[in-house]
């Protein structure tokens, strides 16, 4: 752990977030406090305290028809702001777990759509921080085309979604109209812009 924070409290015990207390130390010598809200749910196994990256999420960004010109989102009511909200599916990495399958089993019990994932310059996928100003939540993509029939049979009761099949003229409207999640919106930008969906995720140029 890095000689900047001096110590560090877990405050709650919930299931899937947690608050941390750190007592740190500013660039100018001062002393304070700073707060992180993490997935992980010991202390010792934090990123600030291991050094160790972990992907915790996983967004999936699929095309779905046979003209692959629709985007699956879902439309999801977050508590967060109090309304709903698109987002690409996504989910929670479980212990042992290759984000990869965790992509094709949230996909399906978000929507009960199959997701076949597609090969991606390992750039693309890798894991990225969301919100770092407040969490060290680390969420990687996976990408492929998804087929089948669109269910709400295997949602939790305490989720909201609806799943949204959108073409280019929604997405224009969602993205003009519409609250959308940043990495989404990045995303949808792109598939606008492009004439094959997952071009470019065959290689990067150095």
Known sequence: MTDRIRKII???NHLYLNMYKMWVSYKNGKEGSYYLASRTPETDDLEVVTGKQRVNG???FS???EKKDRVVLVKQFRYTIGTYIYEFPAGLVEEGEDYHDTAVRELREETGLCLHPVKADPVFERGYYTTVGMTDENCATVYGYADG???EEFL???EDIETVLADRDEILRILREERVSLSCAYMLMHFLS???PFDFLQGAKD
Do not use: P
């Open 63 to 65: 095309v779905y028809g």
């Open 10 to 12: 877990k405050e709650t």
């Open 58 to 60: 996983v967004n999936i």
């Open 156 to 158: 939790e009761g305490s």
């Open 194 to 196: 492009a004439e094959k």
């Open 149 to 151: 029939e669109i269910t």
